[in-house]
């Protein structure tokens, strides 16, 4: 299987994780976009939305949306690489239990509760990130749940809410 990236934005840059034949191969981080597109994946799951009107779509399925840095936003639309997918770490995370979390992912409990959906889904997060070791927890998982939803893209088994192209 061909490497795919899950890449969480923030007001520093993007968290990306990599996944190669389904497992987590590489920790990084990068102040711009052009660090994610310069690799070879072949699917590249973000958390920031790639085309207008999908904000509602998002609400009604979450319940509330959080708010993307505006300038990694701006760069994702401007990109316009083929490879670039629309995802959101909560539904992804969703999508592994099968049913809405149990915890806010900011809280102690929601951080476990997201590490122990990945590791269920084969995917064991590290202590150290090589690299990447002092950026928020959330970031982290959220980028891991992007990869996993990369990868489901890849295989043709993610969904798309119908209302917009988010996937899961």
């Known amino acids: ?21 389904g497992h987590l191969a590489h920790f990084a981080r990068h102040a711009h976009l052009a660090g994610l597109l ?6 590249i799951a973000v958390d920031v939305p790639l085309a207008e009107g999908v904000a509602d779509a998002l609400r009604a399925a979450l319940g509330r949306l959080p708010a993307p840095a505006p300038m990694r936003v701006a760069e994702a639309r401007a990109a316009r690489d083929p490879r670039l997918h629309e995802a959101h770490a909560e539904l992804s995370f969703q999508a592994m239990r099968g049913a809405p979390l149990a915890h806010p992912p900011h809280t102690w409990a929601g951080i476990f509760e997201r590490i122990e959906l990945l590791r269920a889904a084969g995917l064991r997060p590290a202590r150290v990130f090589g690299g ?3 950026i928020s927890p959330q970031d982290v998982l ?6 996993w939803t990369a990868r489901r893209i890849a295989t043709g088994a993610a969904r798309a809410l119908p209302q917009a192209a988010v996937w899961c």
């Open 1 to 21: 299987m061909p490497a795919v990236l899950g890449a969480s934005a923030s007001r520093a840059g993007w968290v990306e994780v990599r996944l190669e034949d």
């Open 38 to 43: 310069a690799t070879d994946a072949q699917v």
């Open 132 to 134: 990447v070791g002092l």
């Open 142 to 147: 959220a980028a891991s749940a992007l990869a």
